[in-house]
């Protein structure tokens, strides 16, 4: 199988200049692999470092030390070291990113947000909207909702908005924050399916679920997050 | 997706007194981007803005612009009269002061259609209607349209002058603080409007503010100032969630939401 992902070496240190410098570990040394059409589950106890590591894939956060590189029109490109145009052009096309909470843009339409990223991709906003409508009847956000702005929906409404806009491109790579986090069980089988279908396609997923049904359900290979502590005690 | 820059800036200094204004500023802006530049008050961000539109002339550095026609050209190699045909036609310049973008002797609409006339319109019925569809689309009152700017509200002025601005469909707009004095509501109409002129008209914007969820919204790419010096630059969201330099994390814990 096709690496899409390959980190090497990833340390993160949080340094909090305002607090004195103080220096915070969060994990050290980690390599890790995705690969085309298989769902990977990050795993580890609450702030080992699972979201760290899934936003440095998103190059929302720097790391400290190590590599990762992406495949990206089919070059597996360095993220640290990348300007900005390319790697605003690799989440445009290559990595899609559900993140645990909607942010939300002051009134614009659900249907909007949700077509976004395909209007950024250069397809027909008719065309997009109508996909982006397919998407919300899957996930049950009904259609009076469409035209009003997620701001003062539900949390389980506002996750399932973005879940719609994380799945709407086929991305060669999709990185999913406890996404089923709000969700009912029909809902939570929506995304489970939404997710076969992706890997199906080809799509390299990783992902965090605490959920360990939908975890077992999606799950190809699981990753251990090891806090810094543990790491230091393992290499001793 | 165009890979030319729009503008290309290297080692920019211009300074009032030491630390005061901009020093060694680079960086590249591309067709249809948006960069915005943060910082606190004084730290030099008007200077740098007014050094990129060809209002101050820089103490060092260059400034390459790609123009309409495709030509690259050193904005201060210029002449004045190059420098002003381009500011009216090809750019936007959103004053921090309402009033020193506006023309306060005539009315809100011929504040609109002057813009035009400046870039061919000539037909009155056509200047008319298209300075009231305007004003609507940035929440004016079209019943003011004949009124001077000397009339209307601090927040109204403001709104008038992103009107003024953007009529022409400029590729290139420099806005300083331009939701300043607006309230939140028409704040929220105005950035959507932009946000849309941005994605279907391929407008690239260099906007300086203070409210990082305006730079959040708006802003592929993030600027931060302080002492007239770039600190850090980068993805907005990764400059927003992971700050490296002790001023932008202290900027970034002391507001609530960004
Ligand atoms: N932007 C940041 N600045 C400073 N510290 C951070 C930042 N983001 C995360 N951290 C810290 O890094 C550690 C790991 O956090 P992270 O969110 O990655 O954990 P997690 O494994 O996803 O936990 P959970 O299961 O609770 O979501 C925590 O101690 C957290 O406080
Ligand atoms: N024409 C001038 N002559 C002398 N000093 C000036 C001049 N213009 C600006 N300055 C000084 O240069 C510094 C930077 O000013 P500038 O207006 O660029 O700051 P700014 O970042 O835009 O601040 P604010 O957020 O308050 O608008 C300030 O200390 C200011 O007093
Ligand atoms: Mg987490
Ligand atoms: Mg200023």
């Known amino acids: 199988m096709q690496t899409m992902i390959e980190v090497r070496g990833l340390t993160k240190v949080f340094t909090l200049h305002n607090q004195g410098g103080t220096q915070l570990p969060v994990f050290r040394g980690i390599d890790f692999t995705a690969k085309r059409g298989e769902c990977t589950v990050l795993f580890g106890e609450s702030g080992s470092g699972k979201s760290t590591l899934l936003r440095s894939l998103y190059a929302n956060y720097l790391p400290t030390s190590g590599s990762i590189h992406v495949r990206h029109r089919g070059e597996l490109v360095a993220l640290s070291g990348a300007d ?30 949700v077509a976004e990223p395909l209007r950024l991709r250069g397809v027909e906003t008719a065309q997009a909207q109508a996909r982006a409508g397919e998407l919300l009847e899957r996930l049950h956000i009904p259609q009076r909702l469409w035209s009003l702005p997620p701001g003062t929906f539900s949390g389980g409404e506002q996750q399932r908005v973005n879940i719609a806009r994380g799945f709407i491109v086929d991305y060669p790579i999709l990185l999913l924050d406890e996404p089923t986090a709000s969700l009912d069980r029909r809902n939570a089988a929506t995304v489970v399916e939404l997710i076969g279908q992706a890997r199906d396609r080809g799509t390299a997923i990783v992902g965090i679920f605490h959920d360990s049904e939908v975890r077992d359900a999606v799950a190809d290979r699981i990753f251990h997050v090891q806090p810094q502590a543990a790491t230091d005690r393992m290499a001793s | 997706m165009n890979r030319e820059p729009l503008l290309q800036v290297r080692q920019l200094t211009k300074l009032h007194a030491p630390g005061k204004g901009c020093r060694e500023v680079s960086f590249d802006l591309y067709p249809g981007e948006v960069l915005g530049i943060v910082g606190e008050s004084g730290s030099g961000k008007s200077t740098l803005l007014s050094c990129l539109s060809a209002r101050l002339a820089p103490d060092s550095g260059s400034i390459l612009y790609r123009t309409d026609a495709g030509e690259t050209v ?26 020193d973008g506006l023309r306060m002797g005539v ?20 200047l008319r209607a298209t300075a009231a569809r305007w004003m609507r689309d940035v929440e004016l009152d079209v019943g003011r349209i004949d009124d001077r700017p000397t009339t209307y509200s601090g927040g109204m002025q403001q709104r008038l002058q992103i009107a003024r601005n953007l009529v022409t469909h400029p590729r290139l707009v420099f806005m300083d603080e331009p939701t300043g004095g607006l309230d939140v509501s028409v704040q929220a109409r105005l950035l959507d409007l932009l946000r849309q002129l941005v994605t279907e008209l391929g407008l690239a914007v260099v906007i300086v503010t203070h409210d990082l969820a305006v ?44």
């Open chain 2, 107 to 126: 009315s809100g609409g011929a504040n609109i259609g002057e813009r035009l006339m400046a870039t061919g319109e000539r037909h009155y019925g056509q």
């Open chain 1, 84 to 113: 900005s145009q390319t790697l605003l052009q690799i989440r445009r096309e290559t990595i899609g990113y559900v993140s645990q909470f909607l942010r939300v843009i002051p009134r614009v339409p659900t249907l909007e947000v």
């Open chain 2, 215 to 258: 730079a959040r919204l708006l802003a592929q790419r993030l600027i931060v100032m302080r002492r007239s010096q770039v600190v850090e630059s980068g993805l907005t969201d990764q400059v927003l969630d992971d700050p490296q330099h002790a001023y932008t994390q202290l900027l970034v814990s002391s507001v609530l939401t960004a």
């Open chain 2, 74 to 99: 050193d904005l201060y190699q210029l002449s004045e009269a190059r420098q002003r045909q381009l500011q009216r036609t090809e750019w936007g310049i959103v004053h921090q002061h309402a009033r």
